[in-house]
């Protein structure tokens, strides 16, 4: 959702200027980086634009210990608005992951994750609702298996998730908890034979119960396990020779319920430096 519709003429031009300003300055400070960060998902919405800054350390001498950590932003259009990539401010994400890698190809991870997402009505002229804002506590883990065929790497994952969301003032029903299940296959190509050049292909499903509430004490409870949403990543990824460090730009397809399916377009950019400690 949203944070405020961007009224005023000059309100615009401060957020775009400012996420200029941040994209400028994370391409100045790379280290080397290793991880993508795919946009999250965001409902009510046509077109949406995400940047994340990320750190991955070693926590061992032999990397089977791994930290992660990321902060994001992003922007998004209008529900029923022109495909606009910064009308509307849309989700701050800090993220923390610590990995262990089992054997060659198994790893399992935990994470917690803390977000802010700003909320627009559906309707013209899009104002910001009540409340303005949704804040949410998530913690989830990863299972993951990894593979190479030829010179394709594969990685495929579970993930899941307990969600508990903050609505201060809601009126009606609106969701309290989530369990949330998330099946992951993704796949490397190298483009070429120095391995500078990569496109990144994944394909996501996930699958949620919610614990509904409501300022009536006599409603509200867990609902059943439903399909969410399904997104479509293609990524490319540039490993410059001899600087330390790749970065990735990519699109994301997110199709939200069935019957009929909700498309919504993501385009982002991910940095994540290696080992800077």
């Excluded at 969701?175 to 292909?201: E, G, M, V, Y």
Aim: aromatic share 16%; charged share 20%; with cysteine.
């Amino acid at each position: 959702m949203g944070l405020f519709r961007i009224i005023h003429p000059g309100t615009g031009v401060n957020y775009l200027a400012t996420y200029i300003f941040c994209l400028l300055l994370s391409l100045m400070m790379v280290g080397r980086l290793f991880a993508q960060i795919s946009p999250p998902g965001l409902s009510d919405t046509r077109l949406a634009s995400w940047m994340a800054i990320g750190l991955e350390q070693s926590l061992s001498e032999h990397p089977s210990w791994q930290s992660f950590s990321y902060i994001g932003y992003g922007f998004m259009s209008n529900a029923g608005g022109p495909y606009h990539l910064f009308e509307n401010p849309s989700m701050l994400i800090i993220n923390q992951e610590f990995k262990k890698k089992l054997t060659a190809h198994f790893s399992l991870t935990g994470a917690m994750s803390y977000r802010r997402q700003y909320r627009y009505a559906d309707d013209r002229p899009y104002h910001r609702t009540e409340p303005p804002v949704k804040t949410e506590l998530r913690t989830y883990g990863k299972f993951a298996y990894n593979w190479t065929t030829d010179k394709i790497k594969w990685n495929i994952d579970f993930r899941p998730e307990f969600r508990k969301f903050f609505l201060t003032g809601m009126q009606g029903l609106w969701p309290d908890k989530a369990l949330r299940a998330r099946f992951k296959l993704k796949s490397t190509l190298p483009l070429t034979d120095r391995l500078n050049h990569f496109l990144i292909l994944s394909a996501e499903s996930l699958f949620q119960s919610e614990k509904m509430v409501s300022d009536e004490p006599s409603q509200g409870d867990w609902t059943g396990f439903f399909y969410d949403d399904s997104r479509f990543c293609i990524y490319y990824r540039y490993v410059p020779e001899g600087w330390p460090f790749y970065a990735e730009i990519g699109y994301m397809n997110n199709l939200a319920g069935k019957s009929p399916a909700i498309a919504m377009h993501h385009i982002g950019l991910d940095l994540v430096f290696k080992n800077v400690f």
